[in-house]
């Protein structure tokens, strides 16, 4: 008899918790499991799983965005599944935080985002799920299976159904560039990039387009969204150069500082992120529109538990012409 699958999550976003449990459906009734995040009157937390889950496979849905209390609870929910006997535990991260920390940039710095991979394995995990790590060998950084999945399997739909005259992707800086490559190969496109350079973090000194892109209608593509200055001052430039229209796709909105404001005073046509990170509901007009990646997460999910690929949820595996 194969393990019954549990669904819980802590408090980083329950609403997109939610929609993945439904959306998988089979053996929960639509919904999470029954856990209770508690937390003492010095902020110490306790989460307590309120049913058996005795050689379950666990399915602990939790991003790590701020404040770091959400890491905090996915470390201790991990150790606590792992004492209550459960079978398989798998953290699932719709949005890995410390991932920019991937390196030594500079001297006497850590490599977060290798920390967060050595908690999560200490804690006990046996799996993570995650998507669009910010940079994919942070995969490499884990001795544990790692399933990474690809918002353009969400985005390129939206895309398609845009159709767009003379559609050219942009990447709005170097380090993007080889995300924006592999969408403009699914749609034979051509693609250019947004070259800047940073005083210090947050903080642009100056860009330069590298490609022809009058009259051209342009997609953006990053995978995260911070203070929205890179994707403003990109746009903005795509468009004195020549750009018919200006819209930007990012994964993970995590919209600190001036974000709304950047974006709303930006010549962008509009902003397509996803629901890794809850975001404060936006006014009837807004340029921000968001795309559940639920469903995404509810068939990897499935996929896993019943020893399953996930090949099919990657756009190479289904190329035009291919």
Do not use: W
Request: charge should be positive; glycine fraction near 6%.
């Amino acid at each position: 008899m194969q393990p019954s699958v549990k669904i819980f999550t802590g408090n980083s976003n329950p609403a997109l918790a939610e929609k993945i449990a439904k959306k998988y459906g089979k053996g929960l009734n639509g919904g999470l499991g029954k856990v209770k995040i508690q937390k003492f009157s010095d902020g110490e937390i306790q989460p307590v799983f309120l049913e058996s889950i005795r050689g379950d496979y666990v399915f602990l849905i939790q991003g790590t965005s701020a404040p770091s209390d959400n890491l905090l609870e996915l470390l201790l929910m991990i150790d606590a599944a792992k004492r209550a006997s459960a079978g398989y535990i798998t953290a699932v991260i719709p949005y890995f935080g410390y991932a920019r920390q991937d390196r030594k940039d500079k001297p006497r710095v850590a490599i977060g985002s290798k920390l967060m991979a050595n908690l999560l394995t200490s804690a006990g995990a046996n799996r993570v799920i995650t998507m669009d790590l910010h940079a994919p060998q942070i995969q490499g950084f884990f001795d544990i299976p790692v399933d990474h999945l690809d918002s353009s399997a969400i985005f390129i739909p939206y895309i398609e159904n845009l159709r767009l005259e003379n559609l050219t992707f942009a990447s709005p800086d170097v380090g993007s560039t080889n995300r924006v490559r592999e969408v403009a190969s699914y749609f034979n496109a051509e693609m250019v990039i947004c070259d800047k350079h940073r005083k210090r973090a947050n903080e642009i000194a100056s860009m330069v387009v590298i490609g022809e892109v009058k009259d051209r209608d342009i997609v953006l593509i990053d995978d995260i969204c911070d203070t929205a200055g890179t994707l403003s001052k990109a746009a903005n430039l795509l468009k004195e150069k020549g750009a018919r229209s200006v819209r930007a796709f990012c994964t993970h909105p995590v919209f600190s500082g001036n974000a709304y404001e950047n974006i709303m005073n930006s010549v962008l046509e509009e902003i397509v992120v996803c629901d890794t990170i809850p975001i404060k509901p936006q006014a009837p007009g807004s340029k921000i529109k968001v795309i559940s990646v639920a469903e995404l997460f509810a068939v990897a999910i499935r996929n896993m538990h019943e020893n399953k690929s996930i090949t099919s949820l990657f756009i190479h595996s289904h190329r035009r012409g291919e």
